[in-house]
């Protein structure tokens, strides 16, 4: 009898509760906080949101900006750039994809970590797709892929794209690193040197059961032709030139720590560098709103990977 992957005994052993819980990263953050007056979401949401857009704003502040770039012709197809104030002739480029469980958030709220790289002389674009229920998976999934060509076509001179997302961002930024750039719409190879996947669902067949459905309406063939955990061969053709950061909280739920922990297996078993962290005293969403600080390890880790060369 073939053994089930592990996505797959979650499915099929969890009920629907079960898997709710699984996936709802509210329910497992320690932080206490109080209700926003008028808010419908849950108080970590509310608080998360707050300080995406004062980090956000601070990142304004430090860096020169182009904001609202198209990078296609979808109304929701646009993308801010935050330049350092310094030139740099050849900057690496960090490509940042929000979470929000592809229904919340866009790039508006995606400039938190701006200030640590600019300073170190990187280029940070913030991404925006198509949320649901009006976007599809296959539609952002698409989206983002040709938002890194864009950017590998229109800035020929950054050093190298570094992609970055979180929670539903690293799922996206996975199915980036999955695709087939041979494709004629893309018209080039971006260099991906590097990808940090953080807190990230990887293999979404789960959420079939799920609130997260809700608003997707996924059927499992949806699920399954967009789950990175299944495209690893696709992959290959990055392997020994790109490295892979995947990242969980501390209090993420055991869902994300098995599925990331999965992903890291099937990723060096396909030739990757890989490395993986689990940053003690931080939630699902503190993970990267910790990001404004120099002295927080994963801004430290994605400095290193970025401009140091070697292995953090």
């Known amino acids: ?66 904001l609202d770039v198209s990078y296609g012709p979808g109304d929701d197809e646009k993308m801010d750039i935050y330049m350092p104030l310094k ?11 929000h979470g929000g469980y592809w229904r919340i958030l866009g ?15 990187a280029v940070v ?19 983002m892929r040709r938002a890194v060509a864009f950017i590998s076509r229109q800035y020929s001179h950054f050093s190298g794209i570094y992609l970055c997302g979180h929670s539903a961002g690293a799922h996206l930024a996975a199915m980036v690193l999955a695709t087939d750039w041979s494709l004629p719409e893309y018209g080039v190879t971006p260099d991906i040197k590097g990808a940090f996947l953080l807190s990230g ?10 609130y997260v459905n809700e608003h997707l309406k996924m059927t499992l063939e949806d699920m399954a032709r967009n789950s990175p955990m299944l495209k690893v061969d696709a992959m290959a053709p990055l392997a020994g030139k790109c490295h892979i950061v995947l990242a969980v909280a501390e209090h993420d739920t055991t869902e994300f720590h098995r599925q ?13 560098n890989v490395t993986f962290l689990d940053v003690p005293n931080v939630d699902h969403f503190d993970l990267v709103e910790k990001f404004c600080s120099e002295e927080y390890q994963l801004t430290q880790v994605i400095k290193e990977v970025m401009f140091g060369g070697v292995k953090p």
């Open 201 to 210: 669902v990887f293999d979404i067949r789960p959420l079939v059961q799920t």
């Open 87 to 97: 030139p740099n002739p050849a900057p690496p480029v960090f490509v940042y994809i």
């Open 107 to 121: 790039k508006e709220f995606s400039g938190y970590m701006v200030p640590p790289l600019v300073e170190s002389g």
């Open 1 to 66: 009898m073939a053994q089930l992957s592990g996505a797959t005994q979650a499915r099929e052993t969890m009920d629907k509760e079960e898997c709710n819980r699984q996936f709802s990263p509210t329910l497992w953050s320690k932080r206490i906080i109080q209700p926003f007056e008028g808010s419908n979401e849950h108080p970590v949401v509310d608080a998360h949101i707050k300080a995406l857009q004062e980090g956000t704003a601070r990142g304004k502040a430090v860096a020169e900006t182009i």
């Open 260 to 272: 990331s922990r999965e992903l890291e297996q099937s990723l060096k078993s396909a030739g990757f």
């Open 125 to 143: 674009v913030a991404l925006s797709y198509t949320l649901s229920p009006k976007g599809s998976m296959d539609l952002m999934v698409d989206q």
